[in-house]
Nanobody, 124 residues
Framework: QVQLVESGGGTVQAGGSLRLSCAASGFTFSGKWMGWFRQPPGKEREGVAAISRLGVLLYYTDSAKGRFTISRDNAKNTVSLQMDNLKPEDTGMYYC?????????????????WGQGTQVTVSS
């Protein structure tokens, strides 16, 4: 079955960086869009970034543009999210997602599979 395992979360001061990784298994990785979502405390899950099957198309939420970079390695079945210049408002649980069904990429109900999440905390 589909497995997505996130890693790389932690606590960092504002202005710092983190790199999240997601190891995928149980499906043809190169055949699926991949994405990163986050869920701040008390709020709904929101799309942060998405990448097409071959990495040609990249999408970012406005707050991530210029600070975050999504990438994938289809040979290693991994997708990463490089996060620079982190801000306290980036705090939340970050989830890896697979299998975009079309429509609005930033809506969680457009994705099929999810990891368990990794916590990111940015202190001011």
């Amino acid at each position: 079955q589909v497995q997505l395992v996130e890693s790389g979360g932690g606590t960092v001061q504002a202005g710092g960086s983190l790199r999240l990784s997601c190891a995928a298994s149980g499906f043809t990785f190169s055949g699926k869009w991949m994405g990163w979502f986050r869920q701040p405390p008390g709020k709904e899950r929101e799309g942060v970034a998405a990448i097409s099957r071959l990495g040609v198309l990249l999408y970012y939420t406005d707050s991530a543009k210029g600070r975050f970079t999504i990438s994938r390695d289809n040979a290693k079945n991994t997708v990463s999210l490089q996060m620079d210049n982190l801000k306290p408002e980036d705090t939340g649980m970050y989830y890896c997602a697979a299998g975009f069904d079309g429509g609005e990429w930033f809506r969680s109900n457009r994705w099929n599979s999810w990891g368990q999440g990794t916590q990111v905390t940015v202190s001011s």
